[in-house]
């Protein structure tokens, strides 16, 4: 039994296949989600089936994290890399930028702090919760007697600068942990934390010794980065319209597919194989009436009656009609209804006529007249 399959911008993608990128979307309803994880696999195929067609290779690379690419998302950098450009920005528009942001581009502060590490014996557990504990009464009592703080950070500190009194001497972005930089910039200048903050090292409580704001940057220094994000912006546009205009083109012209494991099938997909089988009925439309089931038959023969055509010309105009309008839900209709049939070409003209005749109108007796006759509607 094939595997079920759906249809976006014109690529199949196994319901498997889509079920696993729907976790990666979040959207405010399963509609929506899945309209999201379908477009992102269209997108993966069409950009793959790109760099085949331009014969690109590719190797992984390692992001800073040390991730490494696969070798899927290995060619589709390359291939972006290859087909998007984008115009560098011009002198006036990274100027607007810079004096956009007056309060923005400034060197990072340079902040004097000291700190009194309280360390727990284990890293969980009550001994942490003691050692919180422990932090939180320095507080309370540096609360009240603030000009102790160098003789209980020389007593109780489990840092080296217990030594210095707990002074960690002048510090910016970096010299200490993100978290102990977070709170001091946000704490007013001789200052003790109100709580404890939390590291792997344990709890500190911190007091903010003094302050020197960053200058604001001169314009020639901070010119670069503004340029370089400007183009990173501009490329980044430039390559969500290089991919819609792939999508638009494939769902004019459907036919790749991806495997269950996510590659672009290189075999030839349902939609092919349903487009070639339409192509064989309009070259030969009385051969593809003959293959017709019943209830198709009927309903076309009805339909050809009433607009005074041949049934198996209004059959191949059908065939048409639909190859020429049909979109993902047709197309996944179509397929669906081909997934292990016996009878391909017809079960695909049957599903045709469905759509482009209107269902045979049948008559209903509605009441007997007294003399015998019969209203109908």
């Known amino acids: 039994m094939t595997s079920a399959r759906a249809v976006f911008y014109g690529v199949e993608i196994p319901e498997s296949l889509l079920a696993t990128e729907l976790q990666n979307h979040q959207a405010p309803s399963l509609t929506q989600a899945r309209a999201l994880a379908g477009r992102a696999l269209a997108a993966k195929a069409l950009l793959l089936a790109r760099g085949r067609e331009l014969g690109l290779a590719a190797e992984p690379e390692r992001n800073g994290d040390g991730q490494e690419e696969t070798r899927e998302e290995a060619l589709i950098r390359v291939v972006l890399s290859e087909e998007v450009e984008a115009e560098p920005p011009s002198d006036e528009a990274i100027r607007a930028v810079y004096d956009g942001n007056p309060d923005g581009f400034r060197s990072p502060p340079l902040l004097e702090a000291s700190h009194i590490l309280i360390a727990p014996s284990e890293p969980r557990g009550e001994a942490w919760e003691k050692a919180r504990l422990e932090a939180l009464a320095l507080i309370v009592d540096l ?72 200058e604001r940057l001169p314009f020639d220094y901070v010119r670069p980065h503004i340029a370089m994000q400007l183009e990173a912006r501009a490329w980044a546009r430039a390559a969500a319209a290089f991919v819609d205009r792939l999508l638009g083109e494939s769902a004019a012209h459907p036919g790749l597919c991806l495997t269950e494991a996510g590659g672009l099938d290189t075999g030839e997909g349902a939609i092919a194989r349903a487009d070639g089988l339409l192509g064989e009925a309009l070259g030969d439309a009385r051969l593809a009436y003959e293959a017709l089931g019943e209830a198709a038959r009927k309903r076309l023969d009805h339909a050809a009656t009433e607009h005074g055509e041949d049934a198996a010309d209004l059959l191949a105009r059908s065939i048409r009609t639909f190859l020429s309008i049909a979109d993902d839900e047709a197309w996944t209709q179509l397929i669906s209804r081909l997934r292990d049939s016996e009878a391909p070409l017809a079960d695909s003209l049957a599903l045709i006529v469905s759509h482009q005749l209107p269902p045979i109108h049948k008559t209903h007796t509605l009441i007997t007249m007294r003399n015998g006759q019969r209203a109908t509607g």
Do not use: K
């Not at 002048?170 to 102990?180: E, K, N, Y």
């Open 143 to 214: 609360t009240d007697r603030p000009s102790e703080f160098f003789r209980l950070a020389m007593n109780q500190s489990a840092c080296p600068s217990a030594s210095e009194g707990g002074s960690l001497g002048q510090l910016s972005p970096g010299d200490v942990l993100p978290v102990i930089w977070n709170a001091l910039v946000n704490m007013d200048v001789g200052a003790i934390s109100g709580e404890p903050i939390a590291s792997e090292h344990g709890w500190h409580v911190l007091r903010l010794d003094h302050r020197s704001d960053g």
